[in-house]
Nanobody, 128 residues
Framework: QGQLVESGGGLVQPGGSLRLSCAAS????????IGWVRQAPGKEREGVSC????????HYLDSVKGRFTIARDNAKNTMYLQMDNLAPEDTGVYFC?????????????????????WGQGTPVTVSS
C-alpha cells in the first residue's frame, strides 16, 4: 500500500542538531500536505510543523520556531525536519505524516487535516 519510514533520530546533547528524514515508498508525496508530530514521554502527541501541498506555506509550534525547519524533496520523495539548538524538552518520538487536507494551525499547534499516512516514528533524546 505504501509507507512512510523515518530515520535520523538519536541521542544528542543540548544545543546540538539532528536532521530527521521521512522517505515515502509505494506512494508519492507530491500533492500532499506533510508534517511532523512528536510525542514526549507521558504526554499526548503534538504537532511540531507542517508544510502545505500548494503554496509551501509552513507552520511551526511556537517552542520550535527559529530552531526547526521543515522541507520536502519531491524528486527524492522525502520530507525532512532539520532540528537545531535542541533542548531537553524536544525529547520524544517524532512521527512524519501526510494528508490530503490542508496544513493549518489551531490554538498555536500545527495541524494536518485528513491524515492519510503515519510513519512508525523515530526517537530523539536530548540529554547531556
Amino acid at each position: 500500500q505504501g509507507q512512510l519510514v523515518e530515520s535520523g533520530g538519536g541521542l544528542v546533547q543540548p544545543g546540538g542538531s539532528l536532521r530527521l528524514s521521512c522517505a515515502a515508498s509505494g506512494l508519492t508525496l507530491v500533492n500532499y500536505a506533510i508534517g511532523w508530530v512528536r510525542q514526549a514521554p507521558g504526554k499526548e502527541r503534538e504537532g511540531v510543523s507542517c508544510l502545505s501541498s500548494t503554496d509551501d506555506a509552513t507552520h511551526y509550534l511556537d517552542s520550535v520556531k527559529g530552531r526547526f525547519t521543515i522541507a520536502r524533496d519531491n524528486a527524492k520523495n522525502t520530507m525532512y525536519l532539520q532540528m537545531d539548538n535542541l533542548a531537553p524538552e524536544d525529547t520524544g518520538v517524532y512521527f512524519c505524516a501526510m494528508a490530503t487536507g490542508v496544513c493549518t494551525v489551531e490554538s498555536g499547534i500545527p495541524v494536518l487535516k485528513r491524515l492519510e499516512r503515519w510513519g512508525q516514528g523515530t526517537p530523539v533524546t536530548v540529554s547531556s
